[in-house]
């Protein structure tokens, strides 16, 4: 899968929109910036755009998604988009919400994103944690599910087991206690139970339940005869309370002849009258003159001297009400009577062996409640004994078939139990072997891969600190639990130790780093992106040369590889072919603000900046090319001093100049230094043996020695020696050091021949230069 382009707008550091146009050629981009420019908002919209993660977010407390949108931005202006070689990919933010939606949902491009806080994270967290980096490459998450799923299987078999085989022997127990009670009969606990369990009790469970209806018919009955005695006696009362009231009316009357019940009643409707009148000026009954308030006046008076008869109507009034009240109560419970009491009657006189036909013979359903109420009384005492008796032969009934049923259900639930037990036996039998199977399965496979990447990161560390008596990574799984990832490597004489109690923290990184690319190539079918995020924050020179060239070695698995640093040296390293910048497109960020947002500067190789300045007039820049010449020319020899181990003098910092790095070729160096050319076959690769040409070196050197002053003179101060300097003297000093560039360079990936492969010279990683001599003479 090839990325065609990024378009990002409004996300992040992305104010303005930018877009990235991918090289088709070439898989790896480096972003190089300042921090605060934007390399992390370009890593993030890729995260977020093909993961579930936020990027850098991610690794924050306190964080605020709603921040994922640029300042000033709506969350409709927010926008990456993604385009390969077989399909767009585009996500944006949802109006009312903080939540990205993707579009497509689904068959995202895959990809991994290294930042140095993960780096961190992994190799100091607790191995749990550490397991949960890596569930992310080896996903074994189903597995586990289904672990855990067998694994509630068995304790809830288990549970059942133990529950049922105690309720086994319980009923068992049971089963026991009512043999023994019952005298032992038969002469086993097993032959008896089998004849109980034979018995037929369907009679006598029908005469049970006959017996039981006419009971409850009774003790219904009976709170129905309680209820209206009770409600005859409250009625009675009620009655005599009026009988009383009406009679202090009466002899009240009779002392005061004047005071007429109707007359105070007709006085008190004439007030209400007058009182709901706005105004009145004649008495309504006489039609007198006379006003409103004195007419209201007359009439509060007479009532007033009438206070003791209204009282008396009064009480005579609630009296009556409240008997009518019960006298209606009673009525009420007097009406079911009758209806319970021959309904009672029909269900008791189809018992045998009663005599409720005879004693129940008065009470018909010709009759009136009255008529059958009297006779229930008058028999009441009879039926009282009859149902005492027909409560006695049904407890023995009771008694009787409570015992089978018991006997019965206790018996039957031993059979089921029994089975139950069989049953998850089984079951038990067939699921453990399986979980030890499963996890064992799971953790084989787990080991295996570990030892896989184990071995890759081992390789891969290597390539880093050869010979630094470090290495032999180990990462392997604690099966003690079921999620617990282990780190352990050697240091000089110790092995199998933690690394992060003796490690550096740039030996950290470095391991770090290589378990990542490790775990992410496992994944990998050359169809995963890898985002690498400053992760290398200061290394030295040769440990940097190294982690470049792992880079590039290991970037053939994947389909694209973004690299983000603000590390300086990294990007010179490029600049000046001291790495490989064949497969790599170069990006440079600028300062960024809120008006520009994100800066894309493409910066030149240097020695393209040279020829830039030699191609035509136009271009041609005198202080420019001086300097840029003399900057170049000094990494090469820094280049061609190291690999001969060069007497130069010691220095803090090692900045030699230009002219003592010149010095340092000795004469007897000069005389056998040769660069060979080799022969291209036709696959691509060069041939082991021929080479096109060869060339000594001593004669561009001894021309760029001739010329040295002007990097000073030009380049690099303001002097009057500098402007008798002439443009074609500049130019000289230029292209001799462009043909010794090229005389070193690889023409396939741009390094120097570096690799000592055969022992007896220097050579570029593709084989394409040999330098000679392989050590100074």
Known sequence: MKLNSLHIKAFRGATKPLTINFSQDKNITLIYAENGNGKSSIADALVCLCTDGAGSLDDKSNKDYSFLKSLGANNSDLLVELKTETNNYKATLSANSNKIIKEPSIDLPKLKALRRAQITSFIEDTPSARYKVLSSFIDVSNIQKAEAELKKLISSLERDYEQNTKSRTDAKLTLTDIWNKEGNPLDTLKDWVQSEIKKDNSKLSKELLENNAVLQNWSSLQNIVANIKTENTN????????????????????????????????????????????????????????????????????????????????????????????????????????????????????????????????????NDTKANYKAFNESSISLAAEIEKLSKHNQSINKSVGLHNSITSNYNSIVNLNSKCNEIEKLLKLAKPSLIILEDTRKKFIDNELQSISGEVETMYQEIHPNEGLGNVKLFLNHAYQSSLNLSANFHTESDITPQSVYSESHLDTLGLCIFIALAKKESNED?????????????????????????????????????????????????????????????????????????????????????????????????????????????????????????????????????????????????????????????????????????????????????????????????????????????????????????????????????????????KSGSIRLFPLIEP
């Not at 209606?328 to 009577?337: A, D, V, W």
């Open 528 to 764: 995963v992106i890898l985002i690498l995020d400053d992760v290398v924050m200061s290394v030295d020179e040769r440990h940097l040369d190294r982690i470049i060239s792992l880079i590039h070695t290991e970037a053939k698995h994947f389909a694209h590889v973004f690299i983000s640093t603000h590390y300086r040296p990294w990007r010179e390293r490029y600049r000046n072919n001291r790495a490989p910048n064949y497969n790599i497109q170069f990006l440079e960020l600028r300062g960024w603000s809120m008006e520009r947002g994100i800066t894309i500067a493409k910066p030149q190789l240097v020695l393209e900046e040279i020829k830039f300045y030699l191609n035509s007039p136009e271009n041609f820049h005198r202080e420019n090319l001086s300097g840029a010449t003399g900057r170049f020319l000094e990494a090469i020899l820094d280049f061609l001093t190291f690999n001969f181990q060069c007497r130069l003098k010691r220095k803090p910092g090692n900045d030699y100049t230009l002219s003592e790095l010149l010095d340092s070729l000795s004469k007897e160096l000069l005389k056998v230094l040769r660069a060979q050319r080799m022969n291209v076959l036709p696959d691509g690769k060069y041939c082991n043996n021929n080479f096109t040409d060869e060339v000594y070196l001593k004669i561009v050197i001894d021309e760029i020695k001739n010329l040295k002053a002007i990097r000073n003179q030009v380049g690099a101060h303001f002097t009057f020696d500098g402007a008798l300097v002439s443009d074609n003297d500049i130019e000289d000093f230029a292209k001799s050091t462009v043909k010794l560039a090229e005389l070193l360079v690889c023409p396939l990936n741009g390094t120097l021949p570096d690799r000592n492969k055969s022992g007896s010279y220097w050579e570029t």
């Open 235 to 366: 009625y009675k009362i009620a009655g005599s309370n009026f009988s009383d009231t009406e009679k202090k009316l009466k002899e009240y009357q009779l002392k005061n002849l004047n005071s007429e019940s109707d007359l105070l009643s007709v006085l008190n409707e004439t007030k209400k009258f007058l009182t709901a009148k706005k105004n009145i000026d004649r008495c309504p009954v006489c039609e007198k003159e006379n006003d409103k308030v004195q007419l209201l006046q007359n009439l509060d008076d007479r009532i007033s001297k009438m206070q003791e008869l209204s009282k008396l109507i009064q009480a005579i009034n609630v009296a009556k009400t409240e008997r009518d009240r019960l006298y209606n109560r009673l009525q009420g419970q007097i009406e079911p009577f009758n209806t319970q009491l021959i309904g009672f009657k029909n269900s008791a006189i189809k018992l045998s062996g009663f005599d409720f036909n005879d004693i129940l013979s008065e009470i018909l359903d010709a």
